[in-house]
């Protein structure tokens, strides 16, 4: 079995910064790309960012600058730097990651989704 846990969300005024994590636990054989998501109220679950397990990285137009995606391929763990947080960046952010398991199936798995809140 597969789990991702993420952790690292809260509340926090604007202009201030979190951190996320999200590690990849269980029968794991290789971790391929590895991403942030986020779901406000009321909208589509979009990309916030990807990282590949080179260290490509890839961003929203609305957080380049803001965040930063890294990984520790050695703890199967994924970050996101948030600076400068913007009210609008409210949302719950879900890690998702794709894994190949020890049996080899390849499959993308996701988070359980942690609060991210920025009051003005």
């Known amino acids: 079995q597969v789990q991702l846990v993420e952790s690292g969300g809260g509340l926090v005024q604007a202009g201030g910064s979190l951190r996320l994590s999200c590690t990849a636990s269980?029968?794991?054989?290789?971790?391929?790309?590895m991403d942030w998501y986020r779901q406000a109220p009321g909208k589509q679950r979009e990309l916030v960012a990807a990282?590949?397990?080179?260290?490509?990285?890839n961003y929203a137009d609305s957080v380049k600058g803001r965040f930063t995606i890294s990984r520790d391929n050695a703890k199967n763990t994924v970050y996101l730097q948030m600076n400068s947080l913007k009210p609008e960046d409210t949302a719950v952010y879900y890690c998702?990651?794709?894994?190949?398991?020890?049996?080899?199936?390849?499959?993308?798995?996701w988070g359980q989704g942690t609060q991210v809140t920025v009051s003005s």
């Open positions: 998702n990651a794709d894994i190949r398991d020890i049996f080899l199936t390849r499959k993308n798995y």
């Open positions: 269980g029968s794991i054989f290789s971790i391929n790309a």
């Open positions: 990282i590949t397990s080179g260290g490509s990285t």
